[in-house]
């Protein structure tokens, strides 16, 4: 597929241009975590005070499917086959991660078809999206960050698999939109919580302009403690 070039920030005017941009806090990608939903608010604040036009958005397949599921499902059934010759029989020796990973495998043709059909789906559901807006802000991760190899996670109270963790950049890995996790706050805890921005295809341009906005806003990090 040819890329076309890329444009100029500002359009090819003298005139700014004042990036359209859609949020997804509370909702979108099921149980958030609160202090990170209250990240990407504050995120929206300081893009609209950059001079961007923010409001909420609304993106039904995003919210109509679990996204960790799907991906289980596509992944296993593409790499799953491949994988069961080069281990040939050691799976007990695996990471427990991927152990699970390769056992949640299509059940049937429908199931596999299906998932497809969801992805193609998000596309659409994002192709439409960006007509009329520039940039999507939501979460990166729906939790801070959590415990290596942890077993499960909380998030909102409840207790899930930590893969879950990832529902809000799944998508876009598997719609193929450009995407940019930005530091920009911590928890209660001193825990980092990124947010994320996502852009229409070929346009990587406004992700990252917009990314530079919140690394202004937010201003240096601090160190972490050791």
């Known amino acids: 597929m040819p890329v076309p070039p890329p444009a100029p920030p500002d359009g090819g005017t003298d005139e700014p241009v004042r ?69 040939a029989g050691r799976h007990d020796q695996l990471h427990p991660a991927l152990q699970r990973r390769l056992s949640v495998r299509p059940t049937s043709l429908d199931d596999y078809v299906a998932a497809e059909e969801a992805v193609e789906e998000l596309r659409r559901d994002l192709a439409a999206f960006f007509s009329d807006h520039d940039l999507l802000l ?7 960050a959590h415990g290596h190899d942890a077993d499960e996670v909380e998030i909102a109270g409840e207790r899930m698999a930590p893969r879950t963790a990832m529902r809000a950049t799944i998508p876009f890995d598997l719609s193929g939109s450009p995407a940019l996790s930005v530091p920009f706050g911590r928890s209660d805890g001193g825990l980092p919580i990124g947010v994320q921005l996502v852009g229409r295809d070929f346009d990587e341009a406004s992700v990252l302009a917009a990314g530079i906005v919140l690394e202004h806003a937010r201003g240096p990090l601090p160190r972490p403690p050791l």
């Open 19 to 87: 990036l359209r941009v859609g949020v997804l806090a509370e909702r979108g990608f099921g149980r958030i975590d609160p202090e990170v939903a209250a990240t990407v608010r504050r995120a929206a604040i300081a893009l609209a005070d950059a001079g961007a036009d923010v409001g909420d958005a609304s993106i039904a397949s995003l919210e109509s499917n679990d996204w960790n599921v799907l991906t289980m499902i596509l992944y296993s059934a593409g790499g799953g086959p491949y994988l069961d010759r080069v281990i």
């Open 138 to 144: 939501c979460p990166t991760g729906l939790v801070t």
